[in-house]
Nanobody, 121 residues
Framework: QVHVVESGGGSVQPGGSLRLSCAASGSFASISAMIWHRQAPGNQREMVAAMASGGGTNYADSVKGRFSISRDYAKNTAYLQMNSLKPEDTAVYYC???????????????WGQGTQVTVSS
């Protein structure tokens, strides 16, 4: 089983910054990708930033140039640095870890409980 825990959310004024952390723990053979999603009230969940095991990254157009995803492979932790935050970035941010618990088996999605980010003056 893989446990995913997010942290680092909070309230910030427009233009401010926050750094979210996503820690994966438990018994797993490999992590294929670590992905940040967000969901605002009344909206569908959307992908924000993703990092594959090889280091490749992908960002939603709405956050390009403002958000940056990184990963500490030794700690199985991903980070989302969010700069120049806007009120429309307000949402619950979820971390999705794609991992194999056993080599040779298909990867599965594991989710954290989410962390609230509020951008308001």
């Amino acid at each position: 089983q893989v446990h995913v825990v997010e942290s680092g959310g909070g309230s910030v004024q427009p233009g401010g910054s926050l750094r979210l952390s996503c820690a994966a723990s438990g018994s797993f053979a490999s992590i294929s990708a670590m992905i940040w999603h967000r969901q605002a009230p009344g909206n569908q969940r959307e992908m924000v930033a993703a990092m594959a095991s090889g280091g490749g990254t992908n960002y939603a157009d709405s956050v390009k140039g403002r958000f940056s995803i990184s990963r500490d492979y030794a700690k199985n932790t991903a980070y989302l640095q969010m700069n120049s935050l806007k009120p429309e970035d307000t949402a619950v941010y979820y971390c999705n870890v794609v991992a194999r618990t056993v080599l040779g088996r298909p990867s599965r999605d594991y989710w954290g409980q989410g962390t609230q980010v509020t951008v308001s003056s």
